[in-house]
């Protein structure tokens, strides 16, 4: 929010400078930054000449959104249209916060804000079919997220290789046209294969799908409303939020005034993310970060040529560990070491109990 924010502002205020002093993005960026090189200055050149018009995004924006506040009510009557008006009111402002975080991290934390969105909408309704109601808003604010954050990869990726930005949208309406078509067709080939008198998903099922458990019961506590809540969970949200804004603020005011506290203040963005993904990923780049450091005292002119080429390559070895780990799995290779975690008060009992079933003397 206090991104989106800033971004607004700046953008009202860098519009009235310009109906000043009429002069080209490119102008305006290279004397700001004098020392690029050629291939940045050409990839800049290429991106602000291939830029989509405001009034072609706006447009196709508010035509989905028309259509999906339609559509969207008659195919779930449990969902009305002023639920989906008001979702794709808020959307662009979550769709930016989840893409800005996910060109700090590469990671999106859509599915995140899908189950926040079931709970809101859930407490929202109230009433029988509230629940349904919470799940296809969560299905609806998923869609937009994944969308705007991946077509954000695509155009760095486009700014990167001299891509013309349009043609890598375009791509993506493309896939998505073409996916509105074939996953339809791919779910009713699961269907048919499917066991008579059997829903899919569920446990009985030949495909299950446990995750749909847990997004149902949020919508259940979404029902109960904000006591449902676990104890001081609002206050610490809103103790977070606050300490988010006076770190933002600090920042963006050190950094005008170009105080040296400003290195060493963290990006909040980027210090939610393990609430959302996990230690292991905020692990990994802190190691990367480390390392990345060492070898830039060490020598900054090979680190600046070849770290993206090195990092690059330990995620893919990261991916590739998937091979090993299913061919172990398969033949029953246990590990050497086990470790597992017990909640308090019962300790003796529980471990008791695990190893009986391990059949551990």
């Given at each position: ?5 800033t971004v ?9 400078h ?5 002069d080209?993005?490119?102008s ?9 090189n050629?291939?940045?200055r050409?990839?800049i ?10 009034t072609?995004?706006v ?5 989905s959104a ?16 002023y639920?989906v008006?008001t979702?794709?009111?808020?959307t662009?402002?979550i769709?930016?916060?989840n ?8 990671w ?11 709970f ?12 349904v ?11 937009a997220?994944?969308i705007?954050?991946?077509?954000t990869q695509?155009i760095?990726?486009g700014f990167?290789?001299?891509?013309s930005?349009r043609a ?11 996916g ?8 009713l ?5 499917e066991?008579?008198?059997v829903?899919?998903g ?7 799908c446990?995750?749909?458990g ?6 259940v506590?979404?029902?109960?409303g904000?006591k449902?809540?676990p104890?001081?969970c609002l ?5 977070a939020?606050c300490?988010?804004?006076v ?5 963006l ?12 203040l963290p990006?909040?963005?980027?210090v939610?993310?393990?609430?959302f ?7 990994d780049m ?11 005292k ?18 893919c070895?990261e991916?590739?560990f998937a ?6 799995t398969t ?18 009992d ?6 009986n079933k391990?059949?551990?003397?």
């Open positions: 929010m206090f991104n989106f924010l607004i502002i700046a953008s009202c205020i860098d519009i009235k310009k109906r000043q002093d009429i080209s993005g490119l305006n960026y290279m004397k700001k930054y004098p020392s690029l050629y291939d940045d050409k990839r050149e290429v991106f602000l000449q291939n830029k989509i018009h405001l072609i995004s447009g196709g924006y508010i035509a028309t259509i999906s506040v339609v559509v969207i009510p008659w195919l779930f009557d449990q969902i009305k249209f639920h008006a979702l794709y009111i808020i662009p402002v769709a930016f916060a893409t800005y975080a996910n060109g700090l991290t590469d999106s934390v859509g599915y995140t804000y899908g189950k926040f969105t079931i809101v909408v859930a407490a929202w309704i109230v009433k029988p079919g509230a629940i109601a919470g799940l296809v808003a969560c299905g609806i604010m998923i869609a997220l994944h705007s954050s991946q077509a695509d760095k990726t990167m290789t001299l891509t930005e890598m949208v375009i791509g993506q309406i493309v896939g998505v046209v073409i509105s078509i074939v996953s339809p067709c791919i779910f080939a699961f269907q048919k294969s066991k008579p008198g829903t899919i569920s446990a009985q099922s030949h495909y299950p446990p995750l749909a847990l997004f149902r019961s949020i919508g506590i979404g029902i109960g904000v449902e809540l104890k001081y206050t610490m949200c809103f103790a939020f300490i988010t804004i770190t933002d603020v600090l920042s005011v050190s950094q005008g005034k170009g105080w040296r506290m400003h290195k060493y990006n909040m963005t980027v939610a993310l393990p609430f993904a996990g230690p292991d990923f905020p692990i802190c190691l990367g970060t480390a390392v990345m450091y060492l070898w830039t060490m020598n900054k002119r090979s680190a600046t040529l070849l770290s993206s080429a090195v990092a690059a390559g330990l995620i070895g991916g590739l091979l090993p780990s299913v061919v172990l033949f029953s290779i246990q590990p050497p070491m086990c470790m597992k975690f017990f909640h308090s008060g019962k300790e003796v529980v471990v008791e109990s695990f190893l391990l059949g551990t003397p």
